[in-house]
């Protein structure tokens, strides 16, 4: 062939392998992204629609009132509560693509074992607690009555596994759907309570029944869906013990590193009601809810790229790893930086328009706790990372190191500085996690070019 005839377009170089699974990962990515940023992006406005008309039905005592019993139930769930989609979908990734459907099988009926499990006990220790809590919280018996009951129905209602199972078989649809059932149930209640002229156990009923709709949405999505059969019994649950090494371990820190995650935030809310009051403990509250409702554009990368993080370790693909981790976080960073400006110029405003005048006294608090959450969803793909390579101890020991730096600098700013003081020891603790996480980010990205460098992280 001469240099000036046209090259025959069959004999023309295709793109290479590498080329063509590094585009049909971030392929997958940006649809499944697509469907959780639509998902997240409507429940966060509904979300804060919701927050709006709670806040101007209570005014800001009732409304402090029913945060801190919302914000009990959530801790107690939170810390007892198996993060078990993680685990579905670490482990599940490995039995797909061995195509072993009995091994799946069992790992669903494992998991959904533990959520049940958990959430029985939650309960019971909600119960429980609440006379301990009460005297704490300033809540007169009736109101540790709601808070019991309230508490108990939200522990009952959990949907860990089938969002697992749903993630694993790219059905981000059917999460998006079945996720917006809660909120548009909570808005269409609230609503409902406001016109009605109901106070904080209305409220907190809509909130009941919104959790048990969402619930029932997500395992019937889940059921319906191809290879989505749960085996139970003792003997499957001894085998899916033996059939995913390490998956007890797993959940264990999982379970505690969300937990940890989680218990500083609502700590935080009770601790200022605590010391300061119903009225300021609203206003953290509802400073928090904000600062990540409007940062939450970035979290759906985050649901998006844990199952194609965990196919790429499964398929020891630690080229593409690299790749796609070092410009997911580089674009998480961006976003999360240019959202936290954005809050910290128009906390006041953004108060006054959802909330009304009478919350604007949490602008200041509003700032401070944007800062934190941006820290940390600018590590966005850091803990994916870590689960993804079974190194969830990694992340709970960063995490557990955070909670301790967070609770020594909330019992030092919280007497002198308020509200405003737990949210800055809510920035310190964020750093001093975003830090840990990073340098063993690191290490796990370089260890395809340093064999040498020994493993992250222990067992338990």
Known sequence: ???????????????????????????????????VFGSRGFNSVISVVYLAVVARALGPAAFGAFALILTYAQMVANFIQFQSWKGVIRYGSLHVADQ????LERLFGFSATLDFASAIGGAFIAVVCVPLAGPLLHWAS???????IFAGVLLLTTGATPTGMLRLFDRFDLVAYSE?????????GS???WAMG????????????????????QWVAALRINRSRLVFGPRAFKAALKENERIWPFMLQTNISNSVTMFWTDLGTLAVGAVVGPAEAGGFRLARRISKGFL?????MILAIYPELTRLVAEDDHAQLRTVVLRVTAVGMVIAAAIAIVMSFGSETILRIIAGEKFEFAAPLLALLSVATAINLAGITFEPLQNAHGRSWNVLRAKLIGAGVYGV?????????????????????????FVQLAVLTVNVLKKPDSPSTPAVGEPL
């Open 1 to 35: 062939m001469t240099a000036g005839e046209d090259q025959d377009p069959k004999s023309a170089p295709g793109p290479s392998p590498k080329a063509q699974g590094e585009r049909s990962v971030f392929r997958r990515m940006a649809k499944n992204a697509g469907w």
């Open 198 to 217: 109901g106070g904080v156990t209305a409220f907190l009923a809509v909130a009941a029944v919104a959790g048990v709709a969402q619930c029932l949405t």
């Open 142 to 148: 009736d109101d540790q009555t709601v808070a019991a």
């Open 296 to 300: 939450r554009p970035i979290q759906p």
């Open 180 to 188: 917006a059932v809660g909120p548009l149930v909570r808005l269409a």
């Open 409 to 433: 600098a909330l019992f030092v700013l919280l007497p002198r500085l308020g509200g405003e003081g737990a949210a800055i020891a809510a920035i310190i603790c964020a750093i001093v996690i």
């Open 191 to 193: 609503l409902i309570a």
């Open 100 to 103: 072993r459907p009995d091994r």
